[in-house]
């Protein structure tokens, strides 16, 4: 028995499931999960010793790869002067500042702990700021396991079969109004019913977490103007896009200026971090300024921070680098998509930037209910084979391929290649 199965059959006693998130399971690919000892560069390495190419990177912010020295450096000297103070500290006035002046449509900016919390709290503060309690959502995006947000979302629960969950309340998801992603039809429709009840829409300007599904062109330009239309907030959930697609997020790179933005853990190096900002205005809600109420003793957490502050800069000061991995990204999948389409492998292959998804359907995959057309049978047996090949790719369908700088043309992604090529043929 391996030393990860020896593991596993310990943490089933004491953890749901045995783990601290559904997905690490690896349940919805009948394998049993790799427990992750280090990673270096574009890999990570498992209880046993088995050394994985990684397109996970911790679910995005490995954009610089897995341990950079910088970053590491920054902990390691940060964590020397004290691990939390629940205290103001100088890095969180950088860290803010840093945020303001990378990415133009926010002002003021508030950290927190996740992406679940900046969602959570950018939501509290749209309907403060409008006086509505309505929220529009896409079916397939997902949002943080937040009571209002569990509603026909993404990520794990799509392979899970439970598109809403168990202990939320109905009354709290009375104001969740539910829209088809790529369809502004949709959304007309419910501001055409109650435009003057809803305080904003709440989108991923790239669906992460049904897979990878592009907005087409003019869908998010035609949710900023039918949030114009009827005063209501526009919110780009930025926890996968932010700092990835562009310095500027995905709102750089479409040119579509949201009122309301959240980050994940990228502006943490990976650590633990979330942040949601956005206009002056909104920001002056949240207390103490206002009557929107949000608070956290690990917000700004020093060492999370550090982390953040290093990786930001280092992303900023390259100003080639998003040119540089966007273009490997296109070649990769490029690759990919000439492959399967020799070997004759009914698919679609989604990707935009750094980030992809090989559907295993026929279908052109531009929603939720295209996505779930994919063949999660066929995707575990894939998965299986990649991860016996030291492939390590996300454990479920419908997540994303994360490519960082540490991924190399010649080396890292040729392997995947050739890994792939031995299955599909």
Known sequence: MSRSEELFREAVKWMPGGVNSPVRAFANV?????????????????????????????????????????????VLETAAKGLSFGAATELEVEMA????????????????????????????????????NKIVKFMGCYHG??????????????????????GVPEGCTQDTLLADYNDLDSVRALFESCGEEIAAIIVE??????????????????LRAICDQYGSLLIFDEVITGFR??????????????????????IGGGMPVGAYGGRKEIMEMVAPLGSVYQAGTLSGNPVAMAAGLTQLHLLSETPDLYEKLNATADWFFGEMEGMLTRKGVPHCLNHIGSLGCL???????????TAKTSDTAAYAEYFKHMLHQGIYLAPSQFEAMFLGTAHRREEELAKTLEVMETYFA
């Not at 280090?38 to 610089?64: C, H, K, Q």
């Not at 009571?147 to 439970?162: E, Q």
């Not at 500027?248 to 980050?263: C, E, H, I, N, S």
């Open 30 to 74: 009948t394998e049993s999960p790799r427990f992750i000892e280090r990673a270096e560069g574009a890999t990570i390495t498992d209880a046993d010793g088995n050394t994985y190419i990684d397109f996970v990177g911790s679910w995005g912010p490995m954009v610089l790869g897995h341990n950079h020295p910088a970053v590491l450096k920054s």
């Open 97 to 132: 500042k840093l945020v303001c002046e990378l990415v133009p449509s926010i002002e003021m900016v508030r950290m927190v702990n996740s992406g679940t919390e900046a969602v959570m709290s950018a939501i509290r503060a749209a309907r403060g700021f409008t006086g509505r």
């Open 145 to 166: 396991h937040t009571d209002a947000m569990l509603v026909k979302a993404g990520s794990g629960v799509m392979t899970a079969g439970r598109p809403d969950s168990a």
């Open 205 to 222: 300007p790239v669906a992460a977490n049904m897979g990878v599904v592009a907005p087409q062109k003019g869908f998010l330009e035609g």
């Open 245 to 266: 697609m562009s310095l500027t997020g995905a709102q750089g790179y479409f040119q579509v200026t949201p009122d309301l933005t959240t980050f994940g853990k990228i």
């Open 359 to 369: 559907f295993f359907t026929e279908q052109k995959v531009v929603d939720y209910a």
